[in-house]
């Protein structure tokens, strides 16, 4: 397992305690590198959205514990924030919440001409995903997929 994912599953198992104590949900978490600076991110949400309150109270008992198991070795930015509206689904769960909803999907590969994609989420499963476009059903495979996300407009 790469050091990342390593730091990743760890952080997970740590705020998970916290986000069920406060009814929040944990959609991801991540550790990047940035600009030369690593980020260690979790994003986690709510019915009716996250406040800056939630994400402090979240941030500063993830620091605690952090500081308190000291496993990641690099100096690093702790972020704790909503998934915003573009967020990708990632997860089962993502899925399954955004079934019937308009998704945005952008391919790695062109696919008839084209690499980006708007359609009716139907299905999934590990290798494909499906959409319902107005030229009807669209299939592509997860390994094209570069991004997934519910549409918006603005």
Do not use: H
């Not at 941030?59 to 690099?74: G, H, K």
């Not at 499906?130 to 669209?138: A, D, F, N, R, V």
Request: hydrophobic content about 35%; aromatic content about 10%; charged content about 35%.
């Amino acid at each position: 397992m790469a050091k990342r994912e390593d730091y990743e599953q760890r952080t997970e198992q740590l705020v998970l305690p916290i986000i069920q104590e406060n009814r929040f949900e944990l959609v991801d978490v991540e550790y990047v590198k940035e600009g030369g600076t690593w980020y260690l991110r979790a994003y986690i949400d709510k019915p009716g959205g996250i406040t800056v309150d939630d994400c402090e109270i979240v941030n500063r008992a993830l620091s605690d514990l952090l500081d308190q198991e000291d496993f990641i070795e690099d100096s690093y930015i702790l972020e704790v924030s909503s998934p915003g509206l573009g967020r990708p689904l990632k997860k089962e769960k993502d899925f399954v919440r955004s079934r019937g909803e308009e998704v945005e999907i952008r391919t790695y590969r062109m696919v008839d001409g084209q690499k980006e994609f708007r359609g009716v989420l139907k299905a999934w499963d590990k290798e494909t995903v499906t959409i319902e476009t107005e030229e009807g059903e669209q299939v592509f495979s997860r390994d094209n997929i570069a991004l997934i996300r519910l549409a918006f407009d603005f």
